[in-house]
């Protein structure tokens, strides 16, 4: 059985910085994308970060390009993102998923496979 565990979320003050992990067991993904998603009190989910199997693409919403870095290590099958200069906005559970499915860039949620049960991320002002 697949399962993506996240870990590392918690409550931090605007300006601070976090580190999420995604544990992956059941199979690797060390030949798939692995992302991360968000979904905010009220809105729709969003897509966060992406990166390749072998890690050498990643992709970053609009949003947290500059502040937050999605990176691997396929020898534990994790994946994290390091969030930095956090903000307000960014409060919300933050979700991993892997092996997407879909054409192009990775940018469509629904195009994933398995998912994790989120973390949550609180941004004090």
């Known amino acids: 059985q697949v399962q993506l565990v996240e870990s590392g979320g918690g409550l931090v003050q605007a300006g601070g910085s976090l580190r999420l992990s995604c544990v992956a067991s059941?199979?690797?993904?060390?030949?798939?994308?692995m992302g991360w998603l968000r979904q905010a009190p009220g809105k729709e989910r969003e897509f966060v970060a992406a990166i390749s199997g072998g890690g050498d693409r990643t992709y970053h919403a609009d949003s947290v390009k500059g502040r937050f870095t999605i990176s691997r290590d396929n020898n534990k099958n994790t994946v994290y993102l390091q969030m930095n200069s956090l903000k307000p906005e960014d409060t919300a559970d933050y979700y991993c998923m892997a092996d997407y499915r879909g054409v192009g860039v990775p940018y469509r949620l629904r195009d994933y496979v398995y998912w994790g049960q989120g973390t949550q991320v609180t941004v004090d002002s």
């Open positions: 059941g199979r690797t993904f060390s030949n798939d994308y």
